[in-house]
């Protein structure tokens, strides 16, 4: 029993010691917390949100002024975004390889991932051209296209390597064209892999740039959510501030 007194009194006294060590260091956790204050000028930056330009060796993206590129758009490398062309949300344009380019008026829709082969198979450049006045669907993949002026492209459709849209032309939704296939101008294809459907009237030839320039008028509502200056003067003002400089 003297010895079983003797290890309870023993516990009992690690056990207080070890309770007065964390209450201490408890303390001296939240002093160091108060001590530790962020400064009033300083702004709190988000740094989470992904690069929109990213440059890739020698290669930087280049954006028109007038160009309305979403927040969330990934630019890599090769790529030219041309004036009153628009890149919609979460779309990947990804030059690393390769050239693309987004021709004057036109736009690439949500979610669309366009890339660039080395080379083509069929010989044909390997670029990924996408020339004036053509609207790209929303969730299309194109890989080393061509795509010449005043043309649709149906969402979901799918253009591979050395494939050729030409001028006048429409693509319907959910179509694939097969490497190297060339859509004759003034048609209208559809399927997978894409046939050929009719002739486009002379009616329907003129209603494809006029959705291309609803786009872009449209793009400008969302390009003022957006200020297409850098913001680093309000930091100049509040150091000007700091040292009592009039601004």
């Known amino acids: 029993m003297a010895a079983l007194a003797r ?5 009992l006294a ?3 010691l070890s309770a007065q060590h964390s209450v201490l260091h408890r303390g001296l956790a939240t002093e160091a917390a108060k001590a530790i204050r962020p400064s009033n ?12 330009i990213i440059p890739l060796g020698q290669w930087l993206p280049k954006v028109a002024v007038d160009a309305y590129v979403a927040p969330n758009v990934v630019l890599a490398g090769q790529v030219t975004v ?9 779309s990947v344009l990804r030059g690393d390889l390769n050239k693309i380019t987004v021709g004057f008026c036109s736009n690439v829709q949500e979610r669309c991932v366009v890339h660039a082969a080395w080379s083509s198979p069929t010989g044909l450049p390997a670029e990924t051209t996408i020339e004036r006045f053509v609207t790209i669907g929303a969730y ?48 209208l294809w559809a399927g997978n892999p894409a046939r050929f459907v009719r002739a486009l009237t002379h009616e329907e030839t003129l209603e494809i740039p006029k959705l ?27 150091f000007k501030k700091s040292l ?3 601004i």
């Open 244 to 246: 009592g400089i009039s």
């Open 140 to 187: 299309s993949l194109l890989r080393s296209c061509t795509i010449e002026p005043e043309c649709i492209i149906g969402q979901h459709s799918i253009l591979m390597e050395g494939s050729l849209v030409e001028t006048h032309s429409i693509l319907e939704a959910g179509s694939v064209v097969p490497p190297g296939r060339r859509i004759p101008t003034g048609e």
């Open 212 to 238: 291309a320039v609803a786009i872009n008028d449209l793009s400008k509502e969302h390009f003022s959510e957006f200020l297409p200056y850098s913001t680093i003067y309000l930091e100049v003002e509040k």
């Open 14 to 16: 690690s056990y207080g």
């Open 41 to 52: 000028d300083r702004i709190k930056w988000d740094y989470r949100g992904q690069r929109k």
């Open 7 to 11: 290890i309870s009194r023993k516990a």
């Open 82 to 90: 041309y004036d009153g062309a628009s890149v919609w949300a979460g």
